[in-house]
């Protein structure tokens, strides 16, 4: 499971992924939208984000490589920016739990938004722990995570 969420390569797009969705749903509020409704917009947003990146993952290649667009470089483009759709899908897997044992559709959104932030926070200390960091070096470490982390929650301060 550690390696799904957190692969040798690429992970920074499962960061990104977990970013997205928290702010994402930071932003929303949990009293006008059916689950349904809050659902499906992290899976819209989720979906554009990724074939943005993919888009230009491989239009970045073909201008530097003077390359030709094929259905083999798209391919190859959509599976190399996925690790995004990993990392969003742990705080929507949150919403999805919530929302089947019944409850509250804004507790559920409060759920997958700090899910979002232990993410990132676990995400620090497992590379202080894979690159054997010294107790300071974590400190650090954990403290740019909680900045980020804090992003997300002051996000969903602001615009509630």
Known sequence: MLDWV???????????????????????????????????SAAIATAVYWLAHSYAHVLGQ??????????????????????????AAIPQLVLLIAWATGAAQESAVSAAVWTSVAWLNALELLAGFRARATPAERLLETAVGAVMALGIIALKIVLH
């Not at 920074?12 to 809050?38: K, N, P, Q």
């Not at 073909?62 to 990993?86: D, S, V």
Request: hydrophobic content about 50%; overall charge negative.
């Open 62 to 87: 073909r201008l530097e490589m003077h390359e030709h667009l094929t259905p083999r470089a798209l391919g190859r483009g959509l599976a190399h920016e996925a690790a995004l759709l990993r990392g």
């Open 6 to 40: 957190a692969p040798a390569e690429n992970i920074e797009r499962v960061v990104y992924g977990v970013i997205l969705v928290g702010a994402l749903l930071a932003a929303e509020s949990g009293f006008h939208e059916s689950y349904l409704d809050t659902i499906v």
